[in-house]
């Protein structure tokens, strides 16, 4: 669509040729890009999981220490202690979106990448490559 300046449907018309022809090379992208998303998925999961814990212990601790001083039951320390959850959700969803970014870009690249190799005039990323040197 980018390189031939074309609608989805056109695009879709044109991919539906590629894949017709080569279905071997499609059927074992979408096979290996499933397992590189679920490993990559669990990775991460276990990456966030690990700075959940690590970000989790001194949240608790705060906690503690405002449960003894402030009594659960006065409205300031439910206060303190919803903000403190509010607190930790909020850096977990951002630190689930730094872990995430990296795994999701490398993925469409590699959509790309195949794309490319299956289909020349599908390459995108050729163009911003240097050419190289063959002796």
């Known amino acids: 669509m980018i390189q031939a300046d074309s609608g989805v449907l056109a695009a879709w018309r044109r991919l539906w040729g590629s894949i017709k022809t080569a279905w ?4 074992a992208y979408v096979v290996v890009a499933f397992l590189l998303t679920v490993v990559a998925g669990i990775i991460a999961s276990i990456v966030v999981g690990i700075i959940a814990i690590v970000l989790l212990i001194p949240i608790l601790i705060v906690a503690a220490i405002i449960h003894v001083t402030v009594s659960l039951s006065s409205t300031i320390g439910l206060v303190v202690l919803v903000a403190f959850g509010g607190l930790f959700g909020l850096s977990m969803l951002v630190i689930w ?3 995430q970014v990296p795994v999701v870009t490398y993925l469409r690249y590699y959509a790309l990448l195949v794309l490319g190799d299956i289909e020349e005039s599908y390459d995108i990323l050729s ?7 063959e002796s």
Request: proline share 7%.
């Open 127 to 133: 163009a911003g490559l240097p050419a190289s040197e």
């Open 97 to 99: 979106t730094l872990v």
């Open 24 to 27: 071997k090379q499609y059927l």
